[in-house]
């Protein structure tokens, strides 16, 4: 069946790379990969804000543990495999199961008393606020 989806190979290399060179870029960021999946996340920025999307289906948000320190937010869990019958017969698994962590280092300072987190739908939705040092000011022009 392979052999009639010429450009799945390709694919799992892209992924593979994109894995390689994010740790090239954060390779003085603690990171433990554990499990054998990632999570895939979105982060973007607004000026006040910064925003984590992070997909975990099928996880309890209990089983979800966020931190933030020195700049770093820390995202880390454990989705637990289904108990399985005994002779339940699988043809293919695709879900991946296991322990995950994943570290962003923010770029500007932030206020981390205001952090807020929401889980809906399997979405995990972090909102980090800007430190008003970071979120810059106009500097007025006096005239002589």
């Known amino acids: 069946m392979k052999t009639l989806m010429p ?17 090239i870029w954060d390779a003085d960021i603690p990171e433990r990969r554990l499990g054998e999946w990632t999570p895939v996340l979105d982060f973007s920025e607004t000026k006040e804000f910064f925003f984590v999307k992070m997909e975990v289906p099928g996880m309890d948000p209990k089983e979800i543990k966020i931190s933030l320190q020195d700049h770093i937010l820390t995202i880390s869990g454990d989705r ?17 199961y296991g322990v995950f962590t994943r570290s962003i280092r923010l770029p500007f ?7 807020n987190a929401v889980f809906k739908n399997g979405v995990l939705t972090i909102a980090i606020p800007k430190a008003e040092s970071s979120k810059g000011i106009f500097v007025p022009i006096k005239t002589a």
């Open 80 to 96: 637990k495999k289904d108990v399985e019958e005994k002779d339940e017969r699988f043809y293919r698994i695709e879900r991946s």
């Open 7 to 23: 450009g799945n190979g390709l694919t799992v290399l892209r992924n593979e790379m994109d894995r390689l060179f994010d740790r």
């Open 109 to 115: 300072p932030v206020d981390d008393n205001k952090v």
